[in-house]
C-alpha cells in the first residue's frame, strides 16, 4: 500500500523528492500519512478532494484484495 500510494504522490508532483508516506499497520487496518512541498499540495488534493479521493479509491481496491481496509490521510507540510 505504502509503495502505490508514494509512487502515485510521485507521478503528480513537480518534486518528487519531497514526498513522503508513513504506514501505520494496526491488524487488518492500515493508515498512511502522505506529505508532499507546499508547492504540490494542490496537486495531491485537487478541486475539491478530487484527487486525493481517487488516490483513496485506488488504495482501497488494492487494500481490499488483501484483505484489509486503508485509510489515507494528506499531512500539512
Known sequence: MKELAEYIARSLVDNPEDVEVREFVSG???????????DDMGRV????G??????RALLRVAAEREGKQVSLDVMEP
Open 28 to 38: 487488518r487496518r492500515v493508515d498512511l500519512e502522505l506529505s508532499v512541498a507546499k
Open 45 to 48: 488534493i485537487g478541486k475539491r
Open 50 to 55: 478530487r484527487v486525493a479521493n481517487a488516490i
